[in-house]
Nanobody
Framework: QLQLQESGPGLVKPSQTLSLTCTVS??????????WSWIRRPPGKGLEWMGA???????YYSPSLKSRASISRDTAENQFTLHLTSVTPEDTALYYC???????????????????WGQGTQVTVSS
């Protein structure tokens, strides 16, 4: 059974870069057809898919983030990391990492593709 755990700072200052890491246990991040996403929920709003990295290392991003997001992985540590640059208070949210099987790239942003979720970590952007 896959388990995912987010880690990172709970408070970030505006204009800084937010880095969050998801540590995966119970299966490899190179497992065939699995995609590994970052998803967030701002206060009072719905879930927003931010981006993903595939089992092959291909990356996908939401256009709404305007190139501020990047996702990398460390296969030796079985982790993947989100970097979000130039944060503003609008980036305050509960951040989740999630995993699921995705066969077609057009489906990578569909939240229903993700069967395994971390518990989430709160990030607040404030000076």
């Amino acid at each position: 059974q896959l388990q995912l755990q987010e880690s990172g700072p709970g408070l970030v200052k505006p204009s800084q870069t937010l880095s969050l890491t998801c540590t995966v246990s119970g299966g490899s991040i190179t497992r065939t057809n699995f995609h590994w996403s970052w998803i967030r929920r701002p206060p009072g709003k719905g879930l927003e898919w931010m981006g993903a990295i595939s089992y092959r290392g291909s990356t996908y991003y939401s256009p709404s983030l305007k190139s501020r997001a990047s996702i990398s992985r460390d296969t030796a540590e079985n982790q993947f990391t989100l970097h979000l640059t130039s944060v503003t208070p609008e980036d305050t949210a509960l951040y989740y990492c999630a995993a699921g099987i995705v066969y077609y790239s057009d489906d990578v942003q569909r939240l229903e593709q993700y069967d395994y979720w971390g518990q989430g970590t709160q990030v607040t952007v404030s000076s």
